[in-house]
Structures are given as C-alpha cells and as structure tokens.
T-cell receptor, first 112, second 115 residues
Framework: DAKTTQPNSMESNEEEPVHLPCNHS???????IHWYRQLPSQGPEYVIH???SNVNNRMASLAIAEDRKSSTLILHRATLRDAAVYYC?????????????FGSGTQLTVLP | NAGVMQNPRHLVRRRGQEARLRCSPM?????VYWYRQLPEEGLKFMVY????????ESGMPKERFSAEFPKEGPSILRIQQVVRGDSAAYFC?????????????FGEGSRLTVL
C-alpha cells in the first residue's frame, strides 16, 4: 500500500476549526483516502473517506488536492471529545476488501 | 444493531498459558480483521478472514498464533504459550466486504496482560 505522512501531533482550541493534513504523494488512481480516529482506550472509528472530490459528513469534511497527492481532514468545530489519534489511510487493491494499514497518525490535543 | 463485540475485555494469563480472544462481527458482516496494538504503539494488522477462510495472514506471527472464523459462531484469535511480549490490546473489526470503500467497524478491544 502507498504510504501516508502526517504530523505527529497537533493542538487546537475548543470550538475552533482543525485542519489535519496528510501527504500521500505515491497514491495510485484506485486508492481511496480513508480517515479513522482512535479515542483513548477505544477501538478506531471511521471518520470519512473519498476518492477525488471533497466529501462532507456529520463528523467532518475531507478536502482532496486536485493532484490527489495530499488531503486535509477538517473538523469544523473541535470539542474536547475530538481529542484522539487521527489516521490517514490509503485503501486500494483489486476490489477485494483488503485490510487497513495504520501508520502512526496525528495525536490531536484539544485545549479548553 | 449491536456493534462488534469482543470478549473478554480484559484477560490475564501467566507465561505459558493459552489465550483465546473472541470477536462477534456486526450482523450481516462476513469479513473479520484482527489487529494488535502494543503499549504506546500503533495498530498492526494480523489477519483477515472471511467465513471459514483465512484470506490474508501476513501479519500473524508464524508460531503460537492462530485465527479462525467458523461458519457458525464468533471469530477466535488463539495465542498458545503466551509470553510477556504478547501483552497488548487486540482489536477486531468487521465489514461487509464491499471493496476498498467499505467501512471497517472496530470493537472495543481485548486487553491481554501476561504475567
């Protein structure tokens, strides 16, 4: 699987937007960009995914660069509950449901 | 619809004993994945199973570890003759297997402590 690069840690103030970057310069045309997060002492949870177009859901937005070599997860209004490790993952393959390969992610700290 | 259920949530074993971790996928899900997370480290893929088949076990240690997902019942990750280095959180995830867009749903994990 192609690799992703994320900052080790980021801080945000509560109720402010957060932009979590991810670089994936070796992404292939069939790779989807997935984001998961892991809250302390919990299993990972799905946040959002996309291929080429920007995506929005109730949790977050995903902005994908035109060349697809980078993407940004946007939390519009951070809360203390959003403090977690955020993982940017490329998922490709021949159509089979392959596993996710987690990197080290970005530890997001939300300050009150 | 209940989520992915893992049990036990906490398991303590002495060196040399066996550990069995169970995972019941979400209803309708036929794909199960096991991950291990060592203390202060990231999640490492271990094995991917469909009903009665191991699809990818490239992350599974060659010795002492085995996994199954029978036609009926939960998926089981079995660790024989546990050692202290096996102490970790073991997470199970399930999916419907809809290609590379499908979401993986994770359980709360089973935390194994080897004394």
């Amino acid at each position: 699987d192609a690799k992703t690069t994320q900052p080790n840690s980021m801080e945000s103030n509560e109720e402010e937007p957060v932009h979590l970057p991810c670089n994936h310069s070796t992404i292939s045309g069939t790779d989807y960009i997935h984001w998961y997060r892991q809250l302390p002492s919990q299993g990972p949870e799905y946040v959002i995914h996309g291929l080429t177009s920007n995506v929005n859901n109730r949790m977050a937005s995903l902005a994908i660069a035109e060349d697809r070599k980078s993407s940004t997860l946007i939390l519009h209004r951070a809360t203390l509950r959003d403090a977690a490790v955020y993982y940017c993952i490329l998922r490709g393959g021949s159509g089979s449901a392959r596993q996710l390969t987690f990197g080290s992610g970005t530890q997001l700290t939300v300050l009150p | 619809n209940a989520g992915v259920m893992q049990n036990p949530r906490h398991l303590v074993r002495r060196r040399g004993q066996e550990a069995r971790l169970r995972c019941s996928p979400m209803k309708g899900h036929s794909h199960v994945y096991w991950y291990r997370q060592l203390p202060e480290e990231g999640l490492k893929f271990m094995v991917y199973l469909q009903k009665e088949n191991i699809i990818d076990e490239s992350g599974m240690p060659k010795e002492r570890f085995s996994a199954e997902f029978p036609k009926e019942g939960p998926s089981i990750l079995r660790i024989q003759q546990v050692v202290r280095g096996d102490s970790a959180a073991y997470f199970c995830a399930s999916s419907t297997g809809t290609g590379n867009t499908g979401e993986l749903f994770f359980g709360e994990g089973s935390r194994l402590t080897v004394l």
